[in-house]
């Protein structure tokens, strides 16, 4: 080869070498750089990439492997050579460098990816090496479909607080999510879990009691009570049963629930309201009571009694706003 037969001048004539070939290819290109040492081949093949009118993601990785130190300036520049670059090949590109350049290189290669699968954004985070998180926010403008499937498949390759910064920023397109995906979404994350239920429970499409109990089964203390505030808050009805079950899990808020509840339990007889108070204590039991008394649905002279001895201490006063209820004509 001509570069091959100058000595001390190997770089300038395989720079005009390859100068003289139209349409130079990403082989032609690494073909002349093997003939070359040390920071020659840098030289070499970042002005073959200039000089190409088009390359491949298979021809780009050649390229970078045949460089010598400057080999993410090799696989940046060319960059602006490749028309349609897929994730596997920015993936394939980003293994032929190292540490930072890693992340040099996907920051501005994930700018050029279109429409890509959350399986293809994960394996390019996952590429990544410091900047995870920066990527992964670049990655998520790139799906196709924001899914949940798709964020918590992301929020797997990041650590520690990186998967809530990720979490966060998909949670404005998450919207319509079934419970069991926002099972997954909450489970996913970090320290934001209540943050990411609380935002996306009212968005859940057939929410229901046992969804939003799912749900909060992710959290602990006082968050649980947060996350099925705002489920409970998005339901317009809910029955007995579910009630039951949305009070039994609650932490510290248990009381605050049942009364938030009790307005939109369809079913809300004597009995329901006595089996209510079943998962409440003391005082609380009273309070609701109270609540309960102008809002059931069979309250009759038969069972005016059965819903005060329901109470703990008000059992006079559940008794009295009963009567003064039923004596008003309100059934």
Known sequence: ??????????????????????????????????????????????????????LNADETVALVAAAYQNKVGVAVAALGKIRLLPAGGAVAIASQLTWGDKDTYLLQAVENLAGITGAEAAAVVGAAYQQKAEVAKKALKKLSVVNAEAVVAMAAQLSWGDKDTVIMAAVPKLSGLRSSELVNVVAAAYQQKVDIATALLPTVTELDATGIRRVAGQLQWGD?????????????????????????????????????????????????????TSVLQWGDRDTFLLRAVDLVTDLAPGNV??????????????????????SQGSH
Request: no cysteine; aromatic share 4%.
């Open 305 to 326: 009694m059965a819903l005060a001895n329901g109470a703990y201490q008000e059992h006079d006063q559940v008794l009295q706003k009963a009567l003064t209820r039923l």
């Open 224 to 276: 649980k009570d947060s996350a099925l505030a705002a489920g409970l808050g998005a339901l317009t009805t809910v029955n007995a049963e579910g009630l039951i079950g949305i009070v039994a899990d609650g932490y510290q808020a248990k009381i605050s629930l049942a009364l938030a509840g009790a307005p939109k339990v369809s079913d809300l007889t004597v009995a329901n309201a006595i089996r209510i």
């Open 1 to 54: 080869m001509l570069s091959a037969a100058a000595y001390q001048q190997k770089v300038d004539v395989a720079l005009r070498a390859i100068a003289k070939i139209r349409g130079i290819d990403g082989a032609a290109i690494v073909l002349v750089a093997q003939t070359l040492s040390w920071g020659d081949k840098d030289t070499l093949t970042l002005q073959g990439v200039s000089l190409a009118t088009s």
